[in-house]
């Protein structure tokens, strides 16, 4: 299922940016600034076997390299299991406003008293919806899927629903 949510935001993406020249235009535009990031969200949100509080702090480049902006980032949980990873993402800005962000990183899992995911190597992708703001500061939600992707044989994976804030480091400094 979540793979087919992912393919269907990918797809989405590309449709949408594709949709006329004005669209590209803004998407070409209308930059995101390197930001850092921070959310809470739900853990565990569709199995709800192991249903914790999730916390994240990240950091996400503003410069794109081939289209991909680097990011890294820290997530943990009530129940003590913590993730950290450094991936790739990607921006897309439409109306001046919102932005559909995706991204992939691999990282490395504690469980702690929290869910068993099968392997200390996760894998975590995310799609975010966010509203960007006139300081270019962002309010957004986003679902992520972490897994180890068939590493071992036991691979639950888990779910998360996040609401973020994102600070531009210019805004800051």
């Avoid at 406003?97 to 975590?124: I, M, Q």
């Amino acid at each position: 299922m979540t793979r087919r949510l992912a393919l269907l935001a990918a797809l989405f993406c590309l449709a949408f940016s594709s949709f006329g020249e004005r669209a590209a235009a803004q998407v070409a535009l209308n930059e995101t600034p390197a930001v850092i990031s921070g959310g809470v969200g739900w853990f565990d949100l569709v199995d709800s076997e192991d249903e914790a509080v999730d916390f994240r702090l990240e950091y996400r480049h503003g410069d794109d390299f081939l289209w991909l902006k680097p990011w890294a980032g820290i997530e943990a949980t009530t129940d003590g299991s913590v993730w950290g990873g450094i991936g790739v993402l990607m921006d897309i800005v439409f109306f001046e406003r919102l932005v559909l962000t995706g991204s992939f990183a691999p990282g490395l899992y504690e469980d702690g008293d929290g869910k068993d995911l099968g392997h200390t190597v996760e894998f975590r992708s995310q799609v975010e919806l966010g509203f960007q703001f006139e300081n270019q500061s962002r309010v957004s939600v986003a679902f992520s899927h972490l897994s180890n992707a068939g590493l071992d044989d036991e691979n639950p994976g888990v779910e998360v629903l996040n609401l973020y804030y994102h600070l531009p480091l210019d805004v800051l400094f």
